[in-house]
C-alpha cells in the first residue's frame, strides 16, 4: 500500500509540475484558458487586453434600447440616455487570477475545472441618477394626465349645475429614478428590456356633496358704468372674474387674473392718469370691476388680504369703498375663509355691472351687516397742471381736468345680532386733490416750436401760458381757450359735469369730476406694501391706474 501512494504521490507532483511548467510557458500575466467576462472569451489575453475587449463592449451596449412604461403609455430611451456605467470594473482583475492563486495543487484543480467547463464571469451595471431623473422630468411628464376639478355653473334659473372632476395621472418621479436604477442593477444584461415607472393618481379637488353646499348668496353689490371703450374693458374684466370657484383656505389675486392690460388680452384703449396727465391705454376702467368685487366681498364678510384705495375718489361708490389694482404694483386679495367652498359670478352689460358670493350661509338669520364711510377732513387743490400739446398750433388751451378736493375717508362695518350692535373700522382712505388741467399748444406757423410757450409750461403758471397767447407769440392765429370736451375717438358716452379716470390702470370717465387711483394702503392690519405715489414718480416711471 505505501508504494501504491508513493507512486500516486509521485504523478501527480509529475502532472502539476508540468501544468507549472505549461503555465509559465504560457506566460504568467494571461489569462487562462476556458474564462470569458460578460460573454466575451478572454483566454489567453493580459488584463489590459481583456479590460479594453469588455469596455468595447459596454460602449456598444450604450445604444441598447430599454423601453419605459408610464401607466398604460410607453416611451423608449438608450442606456446612454440612462447614464448607464460598468460597475465591477475589478472582474477582470478576478478572472485574471483564476486558476493562477493558490497552491499549485489548487491551481491545477481550477484549471482541469475550466477544462471540463469554462467559466463567465457576469457583467454588473449602475447608472447616473441625475440622467435618470432628467430623461423621466423631460421626457415621460409630458405622458401626465391633468386633473380636471370639479366645479360649478350657472344653470340659467338661478341654480347650478355640478361638474363633476376627472383624475389625473401623475409621476412619482424620485421613486420611479429607484425603480429604474433597481432594475438596472439587478436585471439589465444589455439588449432591449422593459422598466416601468412609478405612477399615482391625482385625485381630482371637490364633490358633488361639497359643491351641492353652494346654494346661498353671501353677498353681492353693483355699479354702473357709462358704455364705450371704458365700458368694454369693465365687460371684458367682470368676464375675466367670473366662474371661479375657491375652496377653503384658497386666496384668490384679482390682478393676475386680469392681466396683461394689452389688445391681445381683449382689451381697449381708454382714458387712464399717468403721472399728471390723462393719455389713452389699454384697461381703462378696469378698476370699477374690482371695486365692485370688493363690496360684494365686504358683504359676505370674506377676509380680504390686500386692498388699495386710488389716488383720487371714484364716483361710483362712496369714499373708502372703493379698490384700485395696478399690474404688478398693487392688488385685490381676498381669502375664503368659509368651510366650505365659495363661487364667484360676475356679469356686465349694458351699464350694470355686479357680482355675486355664492356658498353655504352659516351666519346667524338675524345677523345684519352694513358699511359707511366718513369723511375726516378735505384738502384743498393747489397749482395747475399743464402739459405741452406738440401738434396743436400756439393759442390752443384746452382744460383737461377739473379741481376738486381731496380728504381723508374712513370705512367702517356696522354688525347687529343678539340685539347688539358692533361697529369697527375696515380702512382708511387718503385721496389727493385733483388740479386744474390743460392742454396748451406749442406749435408755430413755421413748423417750429415755440420756446416762450415751453417756459410758460413749465412755470406751472396759466396766466403766463395767457401771457404769450395774448402777446400773438402764436404768429398771428386767433387764440383758443376751448373748454374741454372729449375726443369722439374714445367711443365714450360722455357726462356732463366732470371727468373721471383712474391711475395706473385706466378708469372710465364719470360725472362730476376727473378721478384717479393712487397706492395708498388699508390700515397695518392689512399689511399692504408702501410704495412711492405715482403722483411723485417721474411719468416715465409710473404705471397707469385702471
Request: glycine fraction near 8%.
Amino acid at each position: 500500500m505505501k508504494v501504491k501512494k508513493l507512486l500516486f504521490t509521485v504523478l501527480t507532483v509529475g502532472m502539476v509540475s508540468n501544468f507549472w511548467i505549461n503555465a509559465q510557458a504560457q506566460g504568467s500575466n494571461t489569462i487562462q484558458q476556458g474564462i470569458s467576462i460578460g460573454g466575451i472569451d478572454v483566454s489567453g489575453m493580459t488584463e489590459e487586453d481583456a479590460k479594453a475587449a469588455v469596455d468595447s463592449k459596454v460602449e456598444a451596449m450604450k445604444a441598447d434600447v430599454i423601453t419605459v412604461k408610464i401607466g398604460s403609455k410607453e416611451t423608449q430611451a438608450t442606456a446612454e440616455e440612462l447614464g448607464i456605467v460598468w460597475s465591477n470594473t475589478d472582474v477582470v482583475d478576478d478572472a485574471a487570477l483564476l486558476g493562477m492563486k493558490g497552491n499549485l495543487i489548487q491551481r491545477y484543480k481550477d484549471k482541469k475545472d475550466l477544462e471540463k467547463e469554462p467559466y463567465n464571469f457576469e457583467l454588473e451595471f449602475s447608472a447616473d441618477k441625475s440622467k435618470i431623473q432628467s430623461f423621466i422630468e423631460n421626457k415621460c411628464t409630458e405622458f401626465e394626465t391633468e386633473r380636471v376639478d370639479a366645479t360649478i355653473e350657472d344653470d340659467g334659473y338661478g341654480g347650478f349645475n355640478i361638474i363633476e372632476g376627472v383624475a389625473g395621472t401623475k409621476i412619482n418621479v424620485e421613486e420611479s429614478v429607484k425603480a429604474v436604477l433597481n432594475y438596472i442593477e439587478n436585471e439589465w444584461q444589455g439588449g432591449s428590456g422593459t422598466v416601468s415607472l412609478i405612477v399615482e393618481e391625482d385625485a381630482p379637488q371637490g364633490s358633488t356633496e361639497e359643491l351641492s353646499q353652494i346654494q346661498d348668496c353671501l353677498g353681492s353689490a353693483t355699479t354702473y358704468y357709462t358704455v364705450g371703450d371704458r365700458g368694454k374693458n369693465v365687460e371684458i374684466g367682470t368676464q375675466k372674474l367670473s366662474g371661479y370657484l375657491l375652496y377653503p383656505g384658497e386666496e384668490f389675486s384679482v390682478t393676475e387674473h386680469l392681466v396683461p392690460f394689452t389688445p391681445e388680452n381683449g382689451y381697449n384703449l381708454a382714458p387712464e392718469y399717468s403721472g399728471a396727465r390723462v393719455v389713452n391705454g389699454y384697461g381703462g376702467g378696469i378698476c370699477q370691476v374690482s371695486t365692485t368685487l370688493y363690496n360684494a366681498l365686504l358683504e359676505a364678510e370674506l377676509e380680504i388680504v390686500e386692498r388699495h384705495n386710488h389716488t383720487y375718489s371714484v364716483s361710483y361708490v362712496d369714499a373708502s369703498m372703493d379698490a384700485a389694482i395696478a399690474e404688478d404694483v398693487m392688488d385685490l386679495r381676498f381669502k375664503n375663509n368659509y368651510d366650505t367652498p365659495i363661487f364667484i359670478s360676475g356679469n356686465a352689460y349694458g351699464g350694470t355691472v355686479s357680482f355675486y358670493i355664492y356658498g353655504k350661509e352659516t351666519r346667524s338669520p338675524d345677523r345684519t351687516v352694513t358699511y359707511y364711510s366718513t369723511v375726516e377732513s378735505y384738502t384743498e387743490p393747489e397749482g395747475t397742471v399743464l402739459s405741452a400739446k406738440p401738434d396743436a398750433a400756439v393759442g390752443y388751451l384746452t382744460q383737461t381736468q377739473y379741481a376738486q378736493k381731496g380728504m381723508t375717508a374712513t370705512l367702517w362695518k356696522s354688525v347687529t345680532e343678539n340685539g347688539e350692535t358692533t361697529e369697527t373700522q375696515v380702512n382708511t382712505s387718503y385721496y389727493q386733490p385733483m388740479k386744474n388741467g390743460y392742454e396748451v399748444g406749442v406749435l408755430l406757423p413755421d413748423g417750429s416750436t415755440s420756446s416762450a410757450m415751453y417756459a410758460a409750461i413749465a412755470s406751472g403758471d396759466l396766466s403766463q401760458v395767457q401771457s404769450v397767447i395774448a402777446g400773438g407769440a402764436y404768429g398771428g392765429t386767433t387764440p383758443q381757450t376751448e373748454a374741454w370736451q372729449p375726443e369722439t375717438s374714445q367711443s365714450e358716452t360722455w357726462q356732463t359735469e366732470t371727468w373721471q379716470s383712474e391711475t395706473y390702470q385706466t378708469e372710465a370717465w364719470q360725472t362730476e369730476t376727473w378721478q384717479n387711483e393712487t397706492y395708498q394702503t388699508d390700515p397695518p392690519e392689512t399689511e399692504a406694501p408702501v410704495v412711492t405715489d405715482p403722483e411723485t414718480m417721474p411719468e416715465s416711471d409710473s404705471q397707469p391706474e385702471s
